[in-house]
């Protein structure tokens, strides 16, 4: 009875566990297929030779395994930089990241207030975020040219015209700005998170005497703490992989070759594979991004548990 | 304070200047957002005026901010230079079936791990959820390789296939987010009634999450219709060109014909636009979702 009891159940846990991996099969398939044995394989492209030459249908060379070669050409020559590339990249996520979630976190606190036309408001501010990122690329390049109509407006101002995206100093700010522009996802987090802020302890606090301001830094930014942490971790995700404006405008410029100030690591590693057809350079570049993603997503988890406050977590 | 609650006249009179003073508090609040959306929105409307004007009048000193003459025709644009509807037709051959397929799988995904027990669940969801953070960037060059060893550069398959395993990991963790949210007692009650897996989810579950498929089919949509780069990388033939890389050579090869550029950003914008305006409310839900339950 007992015994046949417990073969029932576990029949049914059977049929329970075959019907999950028959649902799992997109899932498994495309976990393995198309990224973690591309990834393996990035890092193993690094340590050969291959290129273009290697898919030619005459006679193509035999695929050679260089070791480190490649790792240390790019790094080394003039031409390729990675360290250029690096820099440029972790300074337009740490612009734009940081640009985002000020800026997005200012409006979801205007917007959680009492005022008209709220949902009218989040639509506006969201729609940027779900245009083409090309197109909104095209669209800020006329905005910014030397006559268009941002420089008239700061023409009349009296100060000079910028070339905005022309000037090694000003392009990256001005990427950054327009990638804050495009950041509407994150309001409507934001905004989602502060209704959850538990209202009684505004309220307690109010009765102790505290300001707005002192409300907002000792209440709302603690209870925000989680959703800072996801946006924080999404909007550093996506600009790290920052390609389309030097794709669609920059092209990688302002700036000599190996010096190009908008020379982002997902589009040195694009030149290198897909102009130059160098595919066993651009793995190792692969295996470098990796890395920089890596070390940027293991610092922010390491020291989320110091910061993030976590409501009915009694422990303190 | 203390005071004032004692007493019954100076405590509405605090009430009455705390009230003033929150009123107050929001209609700065209100200017301030009225400026910032201005701001958000010139931009696009820039777009817009430029793309209503003739060639001569965009860059007139001062600039117009209405323009002359409304040339709503300028948005009839010369194949030769862009061919809307060939554009629109290509892209669509790629959205269509990512979206349709990247959406099914994803819900049936998600409700594997939102709902079923099996061996190596844990293992399997963290890789999931790693995925979500590993730059797409780091597998672009194998995957290039496998695609053209098969023969597919500039066709469309290597844009849709990897859509067809799940749509992608963040919407697999979307869906099951939001299946625990739905108390697991409904498919029981289903499966007691004697529905299989595949039934309690179809007529069970998916009616009751219907938002975030919503959402996930729309952020498949944003996803597959924004991807330049790998638009660029597998598609060659002009007449396979899709909405973004036809864009991005218009741009390289048509500097002058301002007005035309604009009509054909402006017309670049509008299928996005029209999808979100579709699925606004079931969007801002969905996307609240996935960042609450983390």
Redesign the interface.
């Known amino acids: 009875m007992e015994s046949n009891k417990k073969l029932r159940l576990h029949a049914v846990?059977r049929r329970?566990?075959r019907?999950?991996?028959l649902?799992?099969i997109?899932?498994?398939?495309?976990?393995s297929?198309?990224?973690?044995?591309?990834?393996l394989?990035?890092f193993g492209?690094g340590f050969t030779d291959?290129r273009v030459a290697h898919?030619m249908p005459n006679n193509p060379p035999p695929l050679q395994f260089v070791g480190f070669k490649n790792f240390i050409d790019i790094f080394t020559n003039p031409s390729i930089n990675i360290l250029n590339s690096i820099k440029v990249t972790i300074y337009f996520a740490l612009l734009a990241v940081v640009g985002s979630i000020v800026y997005s976190m200012f409006?979801a606190v205007?917007?959680n207030?009492?005022?008209?036309g709220r949902a009218f408001?989040?639509?506006?501010?969201?729609?940027?975020h779900?245009?083409?990122?090309?197109?909104v690329m095209?669209?800020?390049y006329?905005?910014l040219?030397d006559?268009?109509?941002i420089n008239?407006i700061i023409s009349?101002f009296g100060f000079e015209r910028v070339k905005f995206l022309d000037n090694i100093y000003t392009v990256m700010p001005t990427l950054a700005l327009i990638s804050v522009?495009t950041c509407g996802?994150l309001i409507?987090?934001f905004l989602?998170?502060l209704q959850?802020v538990p209202r009684v302890y505004h309220e307690a606090a109010e009765?102790d005497?505290a300001n707005?301001w002192q409300r907002f830094w000792r209440i709302t930014i603690p209870c925000m703490t989680?959703?800072i942490?996801?946006?924080l971790?999404m909007s550093l995700?996506i600009n790290?992989?920052v390609?389309?404006p030097a794709?669609?405008i920059t092209k990688g410029g302002p700036g000599g070759p190996g010096q190009g100030a908008t020379r982002f690591?997902?589009y040195s590693?694009?030149q290198i594979?897909?102009i130059n057809g160098e595919?066993g350079r651009?793995?190792a570049v692969?295996?470098v991004?990796?890395v920089v993603?890596a070390v940027f997503?293991f610092i922010l988890f390491a020291t989320s548990k110091r910061w993030i406050f976590y409501q009915g977590d009694e422990k303190k | 304070?203390q005071e004032n609650t004692r007493k019954g006249a100076p405590r509405v009179q605090y009430i009455k200047n705390k009230r003033r003073g929150a009123a107050a508090?929001?209609v700065i609040?209100?200017i301030?957002?009225l400026f910032?959306?201005a701001g958000?929105?010139f931009?696009?409307w820039?777009?817009l005026r430029?793309a209503l004007m003739a060639n001569t009048d965009i860059?007139l000193?001062?600039?117009p901010f209405f323009p002359k003459d409304w040339l709503w025709t300028n948005f009839i644009l010369e194949p030769r230079t862009f061919d809307f509807w060939l554009y629109l037709g290509n892209t669509l051959t790629i959205v269509v079936p990512c979206v349709v397929f990247g959406t099914i799988?994803a819900v049936?995904?998600g409700?594997?791990?939102a709902r079923?027990?099996?061996?190596g669940?844990q293992f399997?969801f963290a890789?999931?959820v790693g995925?979500?953070?590993?730059?797409?960037?780091?597998?672009?060059?194998?995957?290039?390789?496998?695609w053209?060893r098969l023969g597919l550069v500039d066709t469309y398959w290597p844009l849709i296939l990897?859509y067809?395993?799940?749509g992608?990991?963040f919407n697999?963790f979307l869906v099951r987010q939001f299946m625990l949210t739905i108390p697991k007692e409904l498919d029981e009650v289903a499966s007691i009634d004697g529905a299989?897996?595949?039934r309690t989810l179809v007529s069970i579950l998916v009616p009751n999450i219907l938002p975030a498929i919503i959402v996930v089919a729309l952020l498949i949509f944003?996803t597959t219709?924004?991807d330049?780069?790998q638009q660029?990388?597998y598609i060659n033939s002009p007449h396979k060109l899709t909405?973004?890389t036809g864009?991005?050579q218009f741009?390289g090869s048509y500097k002058n014909d301002?007005s035309g550029?604009?009509a054909a950003?402006c017309l670049?914008?509008l299928p996005?636009?029209i999808?979100?305006l579709i699925g606004?409310r079931y969007f801002?839900e969905g996307?609240?979702m996935?960042?609450?339950k983390?």
């Open positions: 846990a329970e566990q019907a999950a991996y649902f799992l997109p899932a498994l398939l495309g976990l297929l198309i990224t973690y044995l591309p990834l394989a990035a492209i291959l898919f409006i205007l917007l207030r009492k005022v008209p408001f989040r639509a506006i501010f969201y729609v940027p779900i245009l083409p990122a090309a197109s095209i669209s800020w006329f905005l040219l006559n268009g109509v008239y009349q522009w996802n409507v987090i989602a998170g959850n009765i005497g707005s989680p959703i942490f996801y946006n971790l995700v790290l992989q390609v389309v794709l669609a690591m997902s590693m694009y594979a897909f595919f651009a793995g692969a295996f991004f990796f993603a997503a | 304070m508090a929001n609040a209100f301030v957002i910032l959306a958000a929105v931009p696009l820039w777009m430029s860059f000193a001062p600039p799988t049936f995904c409700y594997a791990f079923l027990r099996f061996r669940k399997l890789l999931c995925s979500m953070l590993l730059p797409t960037m780091v597998t672009l060059i194998p995957l290039y390789i496998v053209s990897p067809l395993c799940g992608g990991a697999i299989g897996y595949f944003i219709w924004n330049l780069l660029t990388i909405m973004a864009l991005t741009m301002y550029m604009f950003t670049s914008f996005g636009v999808v979100y606004q801002v996307i609240v996935t960042g609450m983390n």
